[in-house]
């Protein structure tokens, strides 16, 4: 059986757990987190919990890194001594390339990158993973089933990490903005935030669904609301006039500017 041990059980750690618990699985699940509490409460999902970081490096087969950013030079000089070429490291850190990782463990670890979003709490993640060249495709599929085990995992290219952030990692704060400016103008007009966010957010539930599954490409499924002369034109004008689309490629590029700097690269 397959051996996992989650390194922090915070927001994110704790959704991937959560999502494999409630998945019939080959995989026996590990996890140390300094929040006691938190570490106990783990229990009811399965969870055996170790004693310190190097106990779960050394007891599993697959390291998931669920810890902050800041925090994880600290963790990978607690765990670099008991890493081997066998094991496979999954790091949900944001902007931590594979090298970082091998830099400050063993220089052939084999290393899987991955960026979440926070619908992963609900179990509707959309996960960007990415491997190093030493990863086999077995332990690849390993590590997607792990992640996709709270809603999808798709894979991109590794050197493309940082680029896909602003695409599903950052996107729900943009797409709450969006959502905020229909809420605000619905509040303008006398219509209540109730009545408001939960006819916008099951269209934006619907219009997704439509984006995946109706086969049309965007600029089709445009046309297909928009009738000659009516309302969804009148509205579409304002936004192109304001260059929507201009608007959006900018925010991906600071994101992106963002992501490599945070990266010293």
């Known amino acids: 059986m397959t051996k996992l041990g989650f390194l922090g059980a915070g927001n994110m750690g704790g959704a991937i757990i959560r999502g494999l618990s409630a998945k019939k ?8 987190e300094k929040d006691a509490e938190k570490l106990s409460s783990l229990a009811q999902y399965g969870v055996t ?36 070429p066998d094991k496979v490291i999954i790091s949900i850190c944001a902007g931590i390339s594979e090298a970082f990782i091998r830099n400050r463990t063993i220089k052939d670890a084999k290393v899987v990158l991955v960026m979440p979003n926070t619908p992963m709490m609900l179990g509707l993640g959309s996960s960007a993973v990415s491997r190093a060249e030493n990863v086999s495709d077995s332990e690849f599929e390993v ?7 709270c809603g999808i995992a798709v894979e991109v290219p590794i050197d493309k990490m940082k680029e896909i952030i602003a695409i599903n990692g950052s996107s729900p704060a943009f797409i709450y903005l969006f959502a905020k400016g229909f809420v605000d103008y619905a509040k303008s007009v006398g219509i209540s935030d109730d009545a408001a966010m939960e006819l916008f957010a099951q269209s934006l539930v619907g219009s997704a669904k439509m984006l995946t599954d109706s086969g049309m490409t965007v600029d089709e499924l445009i046309k297909q609301v ?8 009148a509205g579409l004008e304002k936004l192109y006039e304001g260059e929507l689309t201009k608007t959006v490629d900018n925010c991906c590029k600071a994101c992106t500017k963002r992501a490599y700097e945070l990266a010293g690269e």
């Open 49 to 84: 919990a170790c004693k310190d970081e190097k106990e779960l490096v050394s007891t599993c087969d697959y390291i998931l890194l669920a810890v902050k950013p800041q925090i994880l030079p600290s963790v990978l000089e607690t765990i670099k001594d008991e890493i081997t």
């Open 226 to 233: 928009s009738s000659p002369g009516g309302t969804t034109i």
């Open 25 to 32: 699985t080959d995989i026996s699940i590990y996890a140390y």
């Open 143 to 149: 590590a997607k089933s792990v992640i996709a085990s």
